[in-house]
């Protein structure tokens, strides 16, 4: 037998319009075209991590990597010749102090939720230190801050914070908080300078800037005179000769990097199987409070059987599979001994039309994450084969 690699495109429809950013292989950023996939590298190692698919989110901020624009506010800043960006574009500004005396960088966004996700790209000036803040101005409230020392490579401060390196001596610093933010509040970012007193003539650098509502972080979206949506990611396949529905097994692997939050409200998608309602579906997910693992069957809108493990954690890849057959349903997480469903009428998904990667296929309820490898075998794995699946 022949084996045929396939792309995604080819078994799944990809609906996303817009701009949308993943890391490339060669660790910059790119820009994925509409209605494709991101596959997703790690900037450091190269590795791929896997299918990145996320929610919608809007970048709040203007000319987010322009600070020459009235749209930003400087005190005691210049803003100098550029030098290449984590895109690999010349378009990453030297902000220099020019005068020992209180130095500020800072733009505000009208706060659309109780959540709030601060992120810039920094690179190493003559500036002994990067300052990050998002503040409360109608509360008179730091809510986040960061301050990242170059010489020591530390990065210290209040509330959650998050960094990831890449290419050229940048890093992305992730500031996030779910208290402290009523919607409507005006939030101040300070990005680089913070209203401290400068060195005179003392540099850095600072690139893509983005605020959005949410407990985490998301992709970069880039901006200039105006918001912009990364709409969320949406892969459905409709065409299912293979599929089973009376018995069968699916398995999914998947990591999340960002720290998980209650404050979201919704478990997030892995797979997910069924007619495309509520009523009738499969699903492999994960709590968004902690990234444990779930599994569920449901028909007619009753809960034939559901799963779930302790476990998971920001940054650990984690494996689930879900095997059914007309009164016999069993899960496994994690390699974990496969645990027997509650049964109430004992009645596999029907009917299955489509298959979801990663979020719900309506509102979204996405990964926010990588999805690493789908498998469907057209028969109830055994419990002992569930376990060996789902370990490492």
């Known amino acids: 037998m022949s084996l045929v690699r396939r792309a995604l495109s080819d078994l799944f429809t990809v609906t996303r319009t817009g701009v949308a950013t993943y890391i490339g292989s060669d660790g910059l950023i790119k820009t994925a075209v509409n209605n494709t996939g991101r596959f997703e590298y790690d900037p ?47 378009t990453a ?26 992120s810039v790209f920094i690179r190493r000036g003559t500036a002994a230190v990067h300052d990050l803040v998002l503040r ?21 401060g209040t509330g959650a914070r998050l960094m990831e390196t890449l290419p050229g001596g940048w890093l992305r610093i992730e500031l996030a908080t779910n208290a402290g933010i009523t919607a409507g509040n005006t939030l101040r970012t300070y990005a680089g300078f913070s209203g401290n007193v400068a060195t005179a003539g003392a540099s850095l650098y600072s690139w893509g800037c983005q605020v959005e509502a949410g407990a985490y972080a998301t992709s970069y979206i880039p901006t200039t005179s105006a918001t912009v949506t990364r709409p969320y990611d949406q892969i459905i396949a409709t065409s299912l000769p293979w599929f089973q529905e009376s018995e069968g097994t699916f398995f999914a692997e998947w990591l999340v990097r960002r720290p998980f939050t209650g404050a979201d409200g919704f478990n997030r998608r892995v797979v997910q199987w069924g007619d495309g309602t509520t009523n009738n579906r499969g699903i492999l997910y994960f709590q968004s409070t902690d990234g444990a693992p779930l599994g569920l069957i449901q028909v007619g809108a009753v809960n034939q059987a559901t799963f ?24 496994s997480a994690n390699g974990v001994a496969a645990l027997a469903g509650t049964v109430l009428d004992g009645v596999p998904v029907t009917p299955v039309t489509q298959l979801v990667l990663a979020t719900d296929g309506a509102s979204g309820n996405a990964l926010n994450g990588y999805l690493r490898a789908v498998k469907f075998w057209p028969r109830r794995l055994s419990n002992a084969e569930l376990q060996l699946a789902t370990a490492a």
């Open 93 to 118: 500004q030297k902000l220099t102090a020019t005068a020992a005396v209180a130095t500020i960088l800072s733009q505000t966004w009208a706060a659309t939720d109780t959540r709030a996700a601060f």
């Open 44 to 90: 450091v190692t190269r590795a791929l991590r896997g299918l990145l698919v996320e929610d919608a989110r809007t970048n709040g901020l203007l000319y987010s990597q322009d600070f020459s624009q009235a749209a930003w506010s400087k005190t005691n800043v210049t803003v100098g010749a550029a030098v290449m960006a984590p895109d690999g574009t010349m």
């Open 308 to 331: 779930s493990q302790a476990g998971g954690g920001n940054g650990v890849v984690q494996r689930s599979a879900l095997a059914w057959r007309a009164g016999d349903f069993a899960w």
């Open 136 to 156: 409360n101005d109608t509360t008179a409230t730091n809510l986040i801050t960061a301050t990242y020392t170059w010489a020591t490579g530390v990065l210290t």
